[in-house]
């Protein structure tokens, strides 16, 4: 039995599973060179750098000023995060470890009194609990495109970063995953 409250553990799986999202990106970005971070099926389509910049600008937007300003800022340029930039790997990175660092800001300091709170985000009203959901849906969706990408490009090379195919019935959770 738990003795937690519910806002807890709510609090504890959000954080939780918002540092899952991120070393699964970070495994993700660890294993593909820095022309393959830029490279893209066709012109339409998004690059793992461009998925990069795009979560940058969205987490930067949406974590700032969390409970007093719109989640949409003013400053984004969201069209713009679609654009390919001839950014490095480190300049890539820099903008996923700031974004990141960004969100655990807040994250971590959430506490049960604040998920009732109402915030605004592109002028829709939500609790906080349904906009932290909503982010972490947006940040599976984005990074679960980069693992595809990533996989396109490696083929073999790529090196599994959940349960290895085959593996399933030897596979023993160490904890929460």
């Not at 593909?32 to 998925?51: C, F, K, R, V």
């Not at 300003?69 to 995060?81: L, Q, S």
Request: aromatic share 8%; proline share 3%; hydrophobic share 35%.
């Amino acid at each position: 039995m738990n003795d937690m409250s519910i806002d807890e553990l709510f609090l504890q799986s959000l954080r939780h599973r918002f540092r899952e999202l991120k070393k699964t990106g970070d495994r993700t970005l660890a294993q593909i060179d820095e022309g393959d971070l830029h490279w893209q099926i066709n012109p339409e389509a998004n690059s793992i750098a461009i998925i990069v910049q795009h979560l940058h600008g969205n987490l930067m937007s949406r974590w700032t000023d969390f409970f007093t300003a719109d989640g949409d800022k003013p400053w984004r340029e969201r069209d713009a995060e679609f654009e390919s930039k001839p950014r490095t790997r480190k300049e890539i990175l820099s903008l996923w470890e700031e974004a990141w660092d960004r969100t655990f800001s807040v994250i971590d300091t959430l506490t049960g009194a604040d998920l009732t709170h109402i915030i605004t985000i592109r002028g829709q009203q939500l609790d906080v609990i349904d906009a932290c959901l909503r982010n972490v849906l947006h940040c599976a969706s984005h990074i679960g495109q980069m693992m595809h990408i990533a996989k396109e490009r490696l083929g073999e090379r790529w090196q599994t970063i959940t349960i290895p195919r085959g593996k399933s019935r030897e596979y023993k959770p160490q904890g929460k995953d």
